[in-house]
């Protein structure tokens, strides 16, 4: 071929079609790895996301179950159900039981409690006055029977064989004597979960060690599972009845893998099969799983976006060189090629910064939103410590209103000498307000759980302070004896100051109603402990009264002032520091309690006021 003669067309125009070819599947090549790549990132901060929320409910869960682990144990030492577990034909024991069941019930704010003998007969229940009551039903099936007489406590969600209604079952042995002679159980509902999971946006699944799902944002996927079951856990079901005549049926057509690396296609019940993200987080000691069913379709779309945006990108770059080479001939063409692609890739970066600033957006509402949950709980406690010396408040401000109005009256009259001294009982006003106020802020503190040494006598002034308004509601008058400043204790100011208080305000409480009441408050070291006695000169404490004082839920005020668990959560504070709280009765009359605490060792440490 002559170098001087002209191109073939056709073989120009073939080799210019190959080029186009290998540029438009280099485009498309890269694009699809920009998409894999991208896409992968996506999943990966909605995994993070996911987890992050799968953490946050995991962690709630497993608050709200913890919360009432201990409540089954801390009832079994009332020795009115291990009198009934040894007369099971007593009326009276039988009556006792019920009644302490209600009380228990009612005050713990959960569904049902009721006691169970050796053999799985419920002799006793909280429920006692319906139709479907627990009594006269026998449970021994239950697991959490067995593992509580077995193992010292019993865990289990189900449905209830007697209500149909479900819940979580926390049981324990009662012993007296060291002998083991039934168990209590109470059923805690799990509606606020339910409800929690309703709102989460994304389908959210609550499955338990089998795989069946107990729990569900869609409530038409309870009672089903993520793989179809074995022969061994059917007949574990049936014979537990743990899901009471629920058909257990999967959830999908093939199993449901717990973690996949990739979304996966699931046709859920009255759905059409699509691609869902599947996160799991484990919840509790029971083999527990809260499962998520994302939709990828967002981070599919955010990829795609990114991956065109690279792959015009990268033709814009070829596009741009086959421009400087072929500016003779094609410069008018390449221009016009130009310019739709960057109007192309000017679309396509406006579409991804809308979808970015969306997603800031979304991020700045959900801290706003978790800064304001933050917030409110703040000012909800603030509320309620407040709402006790709101009197106390509410007199040193109209004694300033006075006192400031007198002040002008005063200097208007030249008066200036009086007009002194009305400033200064306002300023002392203002300093008892500020007092109040500094107080109620202490007290609302949350401190780190660590004993160290405390002041006895700021301890016991805060304390004062908090129960001022109740002193004067009944008039008392209480009387404090010298404390030396440096006599400190190990303990925790903020628990010490709730003791403190929960013996001042009994004190108080025993004296209403009675003229000339006083309150005394004594100090004394003895040795490596220090005691801080209590007295009041009210009624005293009658025998009875006296030996089941720190007992949970005993109380003698009348309903609704009191649950009866004051003393006994100031002896678990007193007795984690190893001291003691006891009562007696003076021999002239009134009650005295007896705070005993290791006093500190170097009276020159730093106290914690």
């Avoid at 034909?89 to 209600?102: K, T």
């Avoid at 957006?361 to 309620?384: C, F, H, N, P, Y």
């Avoid at 203002?430 to 500094?438: K, L, P, S």
């Avoid at 007795?575 to 006093?599: C, I, K, M, Q, R």
Wanted: glycine share 8%; proline share 6%.
């Amino acid at each position: 071929m002559n170098p001087n003669q002209a191109p073939n067309p056709a073989g120009r125009k073939r080799r210019t079609l190959l080029l186009l070819g290998a540029a438009i599947c280099f485009c498309l090549l890269l694009g699809w790895l920009s998409y894999r790549v991208f896409f992968g990132i996506y999943l990966s901060n909605e995994r993070h996301l996911s987890a992050q929320r799968l953490d946050a409910f995991a962690r709630s869960l497993e608050a709200t179950l913890a919360r009432h682990e201990s409540l089954p144990g801390l009832l079994a030492l009332d020795p009115a159900l291990a009198a009934l577990l040894r007369e099971p034909a007593n009326p009276q024991r039988i009556a006792a039981a019920n009644a302490y069941l209600e009380a228990a019930q009612q005050g713990a704010a959960v569904a049902v409690t009721f006691l169970i003998d050796a053999q799985g007969m419920t002799l006793a229940a909280s429920n006692w006055r319906l139709p479907r009551s627990f009594v006269g039903h026998n449970y021994a099936f239950r697991p959490y029977f067995r593992d509580a007489l077995r193992d010292g406590l019993g865990r289990f969600y189900g449905v209830g064989v007697t209500t149909g209604e479900p819940g979580y079952f926390l049981a324990a042995p009662v012993r007296d004597q060291g002998e083991v002679l039934g168990v209590i159980v109470l059923k805690v509902g799990l509606e606020s979960m339910e409800q929690a999971l309703a709102g989460a946006g994304d389908t959210l699944l609550l499955t338990d060690a089998d795989g069946v799902v107990f729990l569900s944002s869609d409530r038409k996927l309870r009672y089903r599972t993520l793989a179809p079951l074995g022969d061994t856990v059917t007949a574990r079901l049936a014979e537990t009845r743990q899901y009471g005549n629920q058909a257990i049926t999967p959830l999908s057509a093939t199993a449901i893998p717990t973690a996949p690396s990739e979304p996966q296609s699931l046709a859920l019940p009255g759905e059409a099969p699509r691609q869902r993200l599947i996160h799991t987080r484990p919840v509790g000691s029971l083999g527990w799983q809260v499962v998520q069913l994302g939709d990828p379709s967002e981070a599919r779309a955010a990829a795609l976006g990114a991956a065109t945006a690279v792959a015009f990108a990268a033709a814009f770059g070829i596009g741009l060189a086959a421009h400087f080479r072929h500016r003779a001939r094609r410069r008018e063409e390449l221009r016009r090629v130009y310019g739709e692609l960057e109007n192309r890739i000017a679309e396509r970066t406006a579409d991804l910064t809308e979808q970015i600033a969306a997603l800031e957006s979304t991020k700045a509402i959900l801290r706003e939103t978790r800064d304001a949950a933050v917030q409110a709980g703040k000012l909800a406690t603030l509320g309620q410590m407040s709402a006790g010396i709101s009197h106390e408040l509410n007199q040193p401000l109209a004694a300033l209103q006075t006192f400031a109005d007198n002040a002008s009256a005063l200097l208007a009259r030249g008066r200036h000498g009086e007009v002194a001294e009305n400033l200064q009982m306002i300023s002392e006003l203002v300093e008892r307000t500020g007092r109040i106020v500094r107080q109620l802020k202490i007290f609302a503190r949350k401190e780190a759980p660590t004993p160290q040494p405390v002041s006895v006598a700021s301890a016991i002034e805060h304390a004062l302070m908090i129960v001022e308004p109740r002193r004067r509601e009944t008039a008392a008058r209480i009387a404090v004896a010298p404390v030396a400043r440096d006599l400190r204790l190990i303990a925790e100011a903020g628990r010490l100051e709730q003791v403190l208080v929960n013996l001042l305000r009994n004190g108080l409480d025993a004296m209403a109603g009675q003229a000339d009441a006083l309150l005394e408050v004594g100090t004394r070291h003895d040795g490596d402990k220090v005691a801080i006695e209590v007295r009041d000169h009210g009624p005293g404490l009658p025998e009875e009264v006296r030996h089941h004082l720190f007992e949970p839920f005993y109380t003698t005020k009348p309903a609704g002032e009191g649950l009866g668990l004051g003393l006994a959560i100031s002896l678990t504070i007193v007795e984690s520091y190893g001291g003691t709280l006891s009562a007696h009765n003076a021999p002239d009359g009134g009650a005295v309690f007896v705070l005993t605490l290791p006093a500190a060792g170097d009276p020159d440490a730093p106290s914690d006021t």
